[in-house]
């Protein structure tokens, strides 16, 4: 059965590379994956940082349309938009005045049966017993798996492993061969939605994650964010000008990690596309 | 007389509107020794939750002309570690609801409200986020830092990670029928 896909806004824009991990994935390993038409914008923190029932609205929408065009499954890898579709999800299921209410404004039914993926849920789900098998450059370093914020919590709602050390990342990171290492930063916030509005302040939340990163020995950080990425990946230089050193470790999608490690190439897996350099894992 | 009404009421209003109950609170510190901007903030969130807990309409003033309530990343964290699970992030999205409708902004916060209201424009015109457009709108809207982001466009075009055009939902009355029952619904 076909799994819905919703790429939401960075993926078709600055965190292109992650679209093309995910795709590139899917495609070796037969997974067939469709996008949802129309979709529109989560409304990511904006939204409900102004408007509650905008910042439910949104979402809403876009998983009514997943239902009416009938998946019962769909893949979200934008933490972001993933907490974003699940917490909806989960108010709406909650509340009957605020069901109506929502569906109201949409025009839509929204019955809140699609199943909602996040990116390692998907790769757990379809990947993962094959992984070893198709494993042909085993990724032999030492990795900081990095999960942020969205992706663990509220854990209340999400349901999604440990808040506090998390673990699915680096089982499958391990699965590929990488040493995932034990480090203090696996779930701290890196600024987020600050990036342009606060970069000062994402320069040093994002330059403690780096520097614990590379002084513990990592290779690589390992993300499944697009926010986290474009934070640890393109505000580098503030971040190397807030430490005063200059860090040289790259930030990899852990859909580039694992594509590098079942052989396919850095140019599909959109590793050309970063800021810092990542040549020296492949 | 009219303090011991007040004490009773900001309390049980923000029980109402939010379902978060803050006499749960016992000032423990988890929330603010495990926040990321608590020291970057007017006031870190153990501290918020204290103002609102005494009632008063002074604190509540202050709550919500505080920077506190706009630099909250939602990030989680001090939900994951409060032992009575108070839902602070909840609380800080009707927080700041509350602080424009009531015109109480912090000064410290305008640039953080300007780029969320050019992320919503972007949203509310295509469907979908335009990055390149936000960051034009946003620069344009507060001039501030104009050159640091303007650096990275040739970067960014080299690495395709910039669209000329913005990508657009075809149901595009769909989506400012859902901005005219929500958001511009109040602004009216």
């Given at each position: 059965m076909e799994i819905g896909f919703y790429p939401g806004c960075s993926l078709k824009g600055t965190s292109r590379e992650y679209n093309e991990s995910v795709l590139a994935l899917a495609k070796a390993f037969g997974i067939e994956i469709k996008e949802i038409e129309d979709w529109n914008c989560c409304g990511a923190t904006a939204a409900h940082s102004m408007d509650r029932k905008l910042s439910l609205a949104l979402p809403a929408r876009v998983l009514a349309l997943a239902e009416k065009q009938g998946f019962h499954e769909i893949v979200v890898p934008c933490a972001s938009c993933y907490n974003r579709l699940a917490v909806t999800q989960y108010k709406l299921s909650e509340d009957a005045g605020l069901k109506k209410d929502i569906t109201d404004s949409i025009k839509m039914p929204c019955s809140g049966k699609v199943k909602i993926l996040n990116v390692i849920q998907f790769l757990d789900s379809y990947i993962k017993d094959k992984i070893q098998k198709r494993?042909?450059?085993?990724?032999?370093y030492d990795v900081a798996c990095y999960y942020g914020?969205?992706?663990?919590?509220?854990h209340q709602i999400?349901?999604?492993?440990?808040?506090?050390d998390p673990q699915s990342m680096d089982e499958l990171m391990r699965m590929v061969g990488a040493n995932a290492i034990e480090w203090g930063?696996?779930?701290?916030?890196?600024g987020a939605g600050l990036s342009v509005s606060r970069t000062d302040l994402v320069a040093k939340l994002s330059g403690n994650i780096v520097k614990d990163a590379e002084d513990r020995g990592a290779k690589a950080i390992i993300v499944a964010c697009p926010m986290c990425h474009s934070n640890l990946d393109m505000r580098r230089p503030q971040i190397d000008e807030y430490l005063r050193e200059k860090t040289t470790i790259p930030v990899l999608y852990i859909t580039q990690a694992i594509g590098l490690a079942i052989g396919l190439s850095p140019e599909e897996l959109g590793l050309k596309r970063h800021f810092v350099e990542t040549s020296s894992i492949y | 007389m009219t303090q011991i009404k007040e004490t009773v009421d900001i309390p049980s209003f923000l029980q109402k509107k939010t379902?978060?109950?803050?006499?749960?609170?016992?000032?423990?510190?988890k929330c603010t020794a495990g926040c990321v901007l608590a020291e970057d903030m007017d006031y870190p969130p153990s501290y918020i939750l204290r103002f609102l807990q005494t009632g008063l309409e002074t604190d509540y003033k202050k709550v919500l002309s505080s920077n506190t309530i706009w630099m909250c990343l939602n990030c989680e964290n001090c939900i994951g570690r409060c032992p009575k699970e108070v839902d602070i992030p909840v609380l800080m999205d009707f927080l700041r609801q509350e602080s424009r409708e009531k015109k109480l902004v912090s000064p410290k916060a305008r640039q953080i409200i300007a780029f969320h209201q050019s992320f919503l424009d972007s949203v509310k015109h295509t469907?979908?986020?335009?990055e390149a457009g936000l960051v034009a709108d946003y620069k344009l809207r507060t001039k501030r830092h104009l050159w640091q982001d303007m650096k990275l466009v040739p970067k960014m075009l080299k690495r395709g990670k910039l669209s000329f055009l913005p990508e657009v939902v075809k149901d595009r009355k769909k989506i400012s029928d859902i901005f005219n029952h929500t958001i511009d619904k109040k602004l009216k």
């Open positions: 494993t042909v450059h085993p990724f032999k914020c969205l992706l663990v919590r509220p999400l349901q999604f492993d440990r808040t506090e930063y696996k779930t701290e916030c890196c | 379902g978060v109950d803050v006499y749960q609170c016992y000032q423990c510190g469907g979908r986020l335009y």
